[in-house]
């Protein structure tokens, strides 16, 4: 037998003797508790700007964060569901914010990693501000005209959409007019009027995409991206 086969053989040996398990061990943390830092159980918070803290759980690598209102046991809507997990600088938040209406909520999070869980920790707590306040985003506009793949001559486009406005707070239309298909290469921006918007444009193929935004602060998701062809 060569010396290189002799060395491979009483490495698998070793191997075998240590086991995998034993060199790729993953931190057993199943009986550990998070402890939560706030809202604790009971708290009135007078602020719909909610932030969400914990204490760190050495060996995890993710965190799940869930609110429910009334309570989970009687969940009308799962408010948040969100994994925290390692940043690219090897860190981990413990903490997590979320704005939320006036009532009653429960929060829980739980620590993760490659191998175990722990149980999750509770808190219940009660929202109490300003209860005027507009936590409801805008309707998501819909592209019109120019019809998606649309050949155009004239260098003036007239761009229209459609949106169903929000009871509450002022609204309005924010348009972006790209030079490319992955939305990289702005052309020009504007505020729609009436759900309308005109500029002037060179030859080309352009995509463009409608956001919506209220004086609360609240914005809709993109609209669907359009694309048309201006050549003369």
Known sequence: MSLNKLLLCLLAAVLLALGCEDILEVPDIS???VDILAPTEGSVLTTNAISLNWEEIEDATAYQVQIATPSFENAAQLVLDSIVEVDSLDQIKTRIHQDLFNGNYQWRVKAVNSGYETAYSLSGFQVNGDEN???????TPQPVSPANGASLTATEVNFSWTRVDVAGSAERDSIFIYADESLQSLETKGLGANKTFTTNLSDGTF??????Y?????????????NFTISN
């Open 207 to 212: 995509y463009w995409v409608v956001r919506a």
């Open 133 to 139: 306040l507009d936590l409801t985003p805008p309707n």
């Open 31 to 33: 009986t550990q508790m």
């Open 214 to 226: 209220d004086a609360a602060g609240n914005q809709s998701g993109d609209s669907n991206t359009f």
